[in-house]
């Protein structure tokens, strides 16, 4: 039988299963898709961090408080759960553990659920330079029985 495997993760831009898209201004638009690949879940857990960066297409920042929500869906988006509904200025620290943003509760993610990062901008979001991070524990099937 299988053993399950399980590490620390960080769900980012750069992961395997996430696409951005530009969001347009005064709109809201998912500017982030994650999908959980096959025989793989992710648990969020308490005191877990969310970071967000959003690069406008102007010289401009993203003003401060412009929305931000976290949402996590089935795989065909039918039923939807907001993880976190916050103004962007909450999400934007990386690093100080004093003032990044944690998760209160657990959440669980299983294959082809995805993650949504849906935001409401006063500014055009560009891809290139959007950025985040989402820690979390990873749990995925061994190869090897």
């Known amino acids: ?34 999908v959980v690949p096959d025989a793989t879940g992710f648990i969020i857990r308490p005191g877990d961090v969310f970071s967000l960066y959003l690069a ?3 010289p401009t ?18 039923i939807e759960r907001e993880l976190a509904n916050v103004s962007y200025t909450v999400l934007v ?9 944690t998760f209160g509760q657990r959440y669980e ?13 006063n500014l055009a979001v560009a891809t290139a330079q959007t950025r985040f991070q989402i820690s979390c524990m990873r749990g995925t099937r061994s190869i090897i029985t």
Do not use: C, W
């Open 109 to 121: 993610l299983a294959p082809d659920q995805r993650l949504l990062l849906r935001t409401t901008a």
């Open 93 to 101: 620290e990386f690093s100080n553990r004093n003032i990044i943003y």
């Open 56 to 58: 406008s297409s102007t």
């Open 1 to 34: 039988m299988p053993q399950i495997l399980q590490d620390e993760f960080r769900i980012t831009q750069n992961a395997s299963g996430v696409s951005q898209a530009a969001g347009t201004a005064d709109v809201q638009s998912d500017v982030v898709t994650f």
């Open 61 to 78: 920042e993203i003003a401060a408080t412009s929305m931000v929500k976290l949402i996590h869906t089935d795989s065909n988006s039918v």
